[in-house]
């Protein structure tokens, strides 16, 4: 049976992974991407559990170790920046060696992006505009490129699908505002302690540094309903947002506004997510935050890389039933997705305290609970068997 053709929209970390593993189950994929390359903004994004397996089968873990934050506490701070609580983020690694490395967002889809780019055709700077399926294929219309048909179409083009929306409806219908915001960009050498996350609260607002290695990011949340006219792909809008939302703000935020206002590049979006019935239609499915977006408190990265070598597995064992392949996939999945979406309120409850009351019970708890958690987790890696 000849070579089957799958078009994967998204060259992030799900597209770039699927790519690689349907490259070596001989697919031949092409990757359509609307960006002309890859974003330098982002938080530093966690590889964990079934993403450290995919990694290694990568050959990848040696890179990921490289560009491992290294960072080891998470401290809160007030106005002054005196430190008010404190997370030791090693309580919750089994050992040193057992380490999940922590990556710049950007960075893993850099690493990615290499792993996989003699595996597929890339196009760059252009979208898919429209899909045509039949039982035997799909026909796409790209925004510059000549239309063409493949065996099988992928979305892993993010929270803002254009797969998804061709194929299963108006984004409103699937995409949930969970009632904060994020805004992150690059700071570059302007941290004083590199193994430290730090942390600013007012009520329903959050400003983070996140030293990452000498490659620093400042993070904005903040709570909010949906913001009318809201435009995902806006740089000056968002900027405006920010400076707008935290003007009056102390500590290192009138300098860190200055950054945002220079920036070349700031990411800024609704924190999300993708509720979806069903994930695929005939010959196209959806993958990574296109299926099941955990936006920016679920693991979504590592969810990303182990359901596009899931995806992989099942194309590669069902080759000639793709509606098959993809319900295993899908079944498989989301077995590791619906925990981490019902795991939301708490996690924004400890970043983003929406009163004075919540700051001070989560700061509190810091000083009380957390020591509790380091002392047995230092505790349970002395006594595990060597």
Same mark, same amino acid.
């Given at each position: 049976?000849?070579?089957?053709?799958?078009?994967?929209?998204?060259?992030?970390?799900?597209?770039?992974?699927?790519?690689?593993?349907?490259?070596?189950?001989?697919?031949?994929?092409?990757?359509?991407?609307?960006?002309?390359?890859?974003?330098?903004?982002?938080?530093?994004?966690?590889?964990?559990?079934?993403?450290?397996?995919?990694?290694?089968?990568?050959?990848?873990?040696?890179?990921?170790?490289?560009?491992?934050?290294?960072?080891?506490?998470?401290?809160?701070?007030?106005?002054?920046?005196?430190?008010?609580?404190?997370?030791?983020?090693?309580?919750?690694?089994?050992?040193?060696?057992?380490?999940?490395?922590?990556?710049?967002?950007?960075?893993?889809?850099?690493?990615?992006?290499?792993?996989?780019?003699?595996?597929?055709?890339?196009?760059?700077?252009?979208?898919?505009?429209?899909?045509?399926?039949?039982?035997?294929?799909?026909?796409?219309?790209?925004?510059?490129?000549?239309?063409?048909?493949?065996?099988?179409?992928?979305?892993?083009?993010?929270?803002?699908?254009?797969?998804?929306?061709?194929?299963?409806?108006?984004?409103?219908?699937?995409?949930?505002?969970?009632?904060?915001?994020?805004?992150?960009?690059?700071?570059?050498?302007?941290?004083?302690?590199?193994?430290?996350?730090?942390? /600013?609260? #007012?009520?329903? *607002?959050?400003?983070?540094?996140?030293?990452? @290695? +000498?490659? %620093?990011? !400042? &993070?904005?949340?903040?709570?909010?309903?949906?913001?009318?006219?809201?435009?995902?792909?806006?740089?000056?809008?968002?900027?405006?947002?920010?400076?707008?939302?935290?003007?009056?703000?102390?500590?290192?935020?009138?300098?860190?506004?200055?950054?945002?206002?220079?920036?070349?590049?700031?990411?800024?979006?609704?924190?999300?997510?993708?509720?979806?019935?069903?994930?695929?239609?005939?010959?196209?499915?959806?993958?990574?935050?296109?299926?099941?977006?955990?936006?920016?408190?679920?693991?979504?990265?590592?969810?990303?890389?182990?359901?596009?070598?899931?995806?992989?597995?099942?194309?590669?064992?069902?080759?000639?039933?793709?509606?098959?392949?993809?319900?295993? /996939?899908? #079944?498989?999945? *989301?077995?590791?997705?619906?925990?981490?979406? @019902? +795991?939301? %309120?708490? !996690? &924004?409850?400890?970043?983003?305290?929406?009163?004075?009351?919540?700051?001070?019970?989560?700061?509190?708890?810091?000083?009380?609970?957390?020591?509790?958690?380091?002392?047995?987790?230092?505790?349970?890696?002395?006594?595990?068997?060597?």
């Amino acid at each position: 049976m000849r070579d089957q053709t799958v078009l994967i929209s998204g060259a992030g970390i799900a597209g770039s992974t699927l790519a690689y593993w349907l490259a070596r189950h001989g697919f031949r994929p092409t990757v359509v991407e609307r960006a002309t390359g890859l974003r330098s903004s982002g938080n530093p994004v966690d590889v964990k559990g079934p993403a450290m397996e995919v990694a290694q089968r990568m050959g990848l873990m040696p890179r990921l170790r490289a560009a491992d934050s290294a960072v080891t506490h998470m401290s809160f701070v007030n106005a002054a920046g005196r430190r008010v609580g404190r997370i030791n983020l090693q309580a919750f690694q089994m050992s040193a060696g057992d380490r999940e490395p922590e990556v710049p967002r950007a960075e893993l889809a850099s690493i990615l992006l290499e792993a996989s780019r003699d595996s597929a055709e890339f196009l760059w700077d252009d979208a898919i505009v429209a899909l045509s399926r039949d039982k035997d294929g799909v026909n796409v219309t790209f925004d510059r490129a000549e239309p063409r048909r493949f065996d099988l179409v992928i979305g892993a083009d993010g929270l803002h699908s254009a797969v998804r929306r061709l194929t299963f409806g108006p984004e409103n219908d699937f995409v949930h505002h969970m009632g904060i915001y994020v805004a992150t960009l690059p700071i570059d050498g302007s941290v004083d302690n590199h193994r430290e996350v730090t942390l /600013y609260n #007012t009520p329903g *607002r959050m400003v983070s540094v996140h030293p990452s @290695r +000498g490659h %620093a990011v !400042a &993070a904005f949340m903040f709570r909010s309903p949906a913001l009318p006219n809201f435009d995902h792909r806006d740089t000056e809008q968002h900027k405006q947002l920010v400076t707008t939302i935290f003007r009056d703000g102390s500590w290192r935020i009138p300098e860190l506004l200055e950054r945002v206002q220079a920036a070349d590049d700031i990411y800024f979006d609704s924190v999300s997510q993708v509720r979806l019935p069903q994930w695929s239609n005939g010959r196209i499915t959806v993958l990574g935050d296109a299926a099941s977006c955990m936006s920016l408190f679920g693991d979504g990265s590592t969810l990303a890389i182990a359901g596009a070598h899931t995806l992989a597995e099942e194309l590669a064992a069902n080759r000639t039933d793709p509606a098959t392949a993809f319900r295993r /996939y899908e #079944t498989r999945h *989301r077995t590791l997705v619906d925990p981490k979406q @019902r +795991g939301f %309120a708490s !996690a &924004a409850a400890l970043i983003v305290p929406a009163t004075r009351k919540g700051i001070a019970a989560r700061n509190m708890a810091t000083r009380l609970f957390f020591p509790v958690m380091t002392a047995a987790g230092s505790l349970r890696r002395r006594l595990r068997p060597t």
